[in-house]
Structures are given as structure tokens and as C-alpha cells.
């Protein structure tokens, strides 16, 4: 149960994150909506909270299980890289290059959750 709403979670997380940069880009009025602050906050604590449950059912310890806390850092990275993205990036270059490395880290998150192996260490 939790495995499944840990992974609906991050896809809406990274869905709504997409839909932010391009709002981002086009200069919406569309990021001063409520909704839009809150939203993302509250999928990113019930995220964090399911891959904790799903941690404690399954009984896996980062310092156990080196995979995990790589993806765990790789997480954290993936968080900086998207606020800076959206909110210190100065110019549209520095906002799609944000973005891609953004994904970058999402895309090893995966890797990390599939192969459950040790990729960075």
C-alpha cells in the first residue's frame, strides 16, 4: 500500500514541478494562486511520509541499505536544484538548465528505487 502511494505522490510531485517551470517561463499569473503555493508542500510532506512508513513496513535502514541513503541524498539534491530553478534562477537559461539537472536527480531516484544498488558510492 504505502509502495503505491509513495510513487503516486512523487509523480504528482514532479508533475506539479513541471507544470510550475513552465508557468515559470511563461511569466503565469497562474504561480500566485493559492493552490500553487500549497500544493506542492503538502504532496512533498504526505511523499516524505509514506517513504518513511514504507521504510519502517519493509524495515529498511539507510545506514543499512547504502541505496537508500543515496537516494535519500539524491533526493535532497533534486530539492535545491528545483528551488533554485524556481525561485533564484535569474534568467530562462539558468531556469531550462536548472530544470534538466532537476530531472537528472529524479531520474536517479528511480534508477536507485528499481535496481536497489548502490550507484553513486
Known sequence: MFKHLHMTLAALSVALFTLRFIWTLLA??????????VAPHVIDTFLLLAGIALMVQV????LDH?????KLLAVVFYILTAYY????ARN????VIGYIGA???IVLVVRLALAKENIMF
Open 28 to 37: 503565469s499569473k497562474q504561480l500566485e494562486k493559492k493552490w500553487v503555493k
Open 59 to 62: 524495515g529498511w535502514n539507510p
Open 66 to 70: 547504502t541505496w537508500l541513503a543515496e
Open 85 to 88: 530553478t524556481l525561485k533564484l
Open 92 to 95: 530562462r537559461l539558468m531556469q
Open 103 to 105: 530531472l537528472g536527480w
